[in-house]
Structure formats: structure tokens, C-alpha cells
């Protein structure tokens, strides 16, 4: 499967972003379907997955402020970002693996990756 993901930019803190990833190709499986953000001299770090059933997972430093959606029928990834703060700022990849859960993996192991989209959260 492929994935390019569109929608990021340049926001102040407080403010919102949505972020898409169009995937192709072998479509037609299961996947379990996340967000992975790598800021500058930091590790990666696994924002939200989800899976085949709309199952969703979230990391801590982002629940109550990210959502990660799917549209099914157009084979589209959203993540809404909201009350957006400076240490969000990173490049995000849409990511992907076969299978019907996401919990069988660690946070930001796929095995399908986008080329990434930077956003950047000024204060």
C-alpha cells in the first residue's frame, strides 16, 4: 500500500490542524493504520493508530486533543489536531501494517510509511 499524506503547515499554539493520508494500491486489506511524529533529535513517537473495526489508540501526551478517523470508502487517514502546543511540532507520517489489531505491534512499528508532513506549533 502507499501513503502520502497532505495537510500540514504552520499553526500558533491553540490552534488547530487536520492532517490527511491518501493510501493505494492493496487497499483491499486489513490494516492497522496510524500517525508517528519525529521532531528533531528526538526518537519517534507513536501519536494514534487504528484498526479494521475504528479501534483507536492514542499516546498519552495527545488524548483529549488528536483524533484519528478513517474513511473507509475514500481510503483516507485524518488526524485532527486541536489546542495545539509547541512540542507538537515534529514531521508526521501516515504509517500502516496488515492486521486487524493495532496492539499487536509496538507504537511505531509499520511496515508502510508516507514521505512525512511538517507542522510546526509557534507560541
Known amino acids: 500500500v502507499q501513503l502520502v499524506e497532505s495537510g500540514g503547515g504552520s499553526v500558533q499554539a491553540g490552534g488547530s490542524l487536520r492532517l490527511s493520508c491518501a493510501a493505494s494500491g492493496d487497499t483491499s486489506s486489513r490494516y492497522c493504520m496510524g500517525w508517528v511524529r519525529q521532531a528533531p533529535g528526538k526518537e519517534r513517537e507513536g501519536v494514534a493508530r487504528?484498526?479494521?473495526?475504528?479501534?483507536?489508540m492514542y499516546a498519552d501526551s495527545v488524548k483529549g486533543r488528536f483524533t484519528i478517523s478513517k474513511d473507509s470508502a475514500q481510503n483516507t487517514l485524518h488526524l485532527q489536531m486541536n489546542s495545539l502546543k509547541p512540542s507538537d511540532s515534529a514531521i508526521y507520517y501516515c504509517?500502516?501494517?496488515?492486521?486487524?489489531?493495532?496492539?499487536?505491534?509496538?507504537?511505531?512499528?509499520?511496515?508502510?510509511w508516507g514521505q512525512g508532513t511538517q507542522v510546526t506549533v509557534s507560541s
Open positions: 487504528i484498526n479494521h473495526y475504528e479501534t483507536t
Open positions: 504509517a500502516a501494517f496488515r492486521g486487524d489489531a493495532c496492539n499487536t505491534q509496538a507504537p511505531t512499528n509499520f511496515d508502510y
